[in-house]
């Protein structure tokens, strides 16, 4: 059985505008994972055929604070590096990642188009 690592889904508008229009889907991976072990952690937990993965690094920011107690004091210090896997997966596969959303997508359209019909049958009495 293949090793699998923690796979977070970052959930923005971008990535699930890709999900939709690329097959493509954003993971936060750990930083000392590599192309091959994102692959093989993806096709194991989500049953799906991986074509391609990128990675990128966003570097952690410095941050500022100000801590307030008895005295005022400045603190400062580091945010951490993320490193985050968009792993293309093949046509035809999906991973339910943004699944909910969906429902709730259709949900709404369905009640969109009830309330347009009982307003075209109000409106033609």
Known sequence: MP??????PRMSEKSYSQSHSDNTYTFDVPL??????????VEAQFDVKVETV???ILKGKQARSIRIG?????????????KKAYVRVKEGDSIPIF???????KKQEKLEKKLAKKTKKETSK
Not at 3 to 8: A, H, N, R
Not at 35 to 41: D, G, P, Q, T, Y
Not at 70 to 82: L, P, Q, Y
């Open 3 to 8: 090793k699998t690592m923690p796979l977070k």
């Open 32 to 41: 000392d994972a590599n192309k091959v072990e994102i692959a093989r952690s």
């Open 54 to 56: 990128r990675i990128s």
């Open 70 to 82: 008895g005295t005022r004091k400045a603190v400062s210090g580091n945010r951490v590096d993320v």
């Open 99 to 105: 699944a909910s959303i969906d429902e709730a997508e």
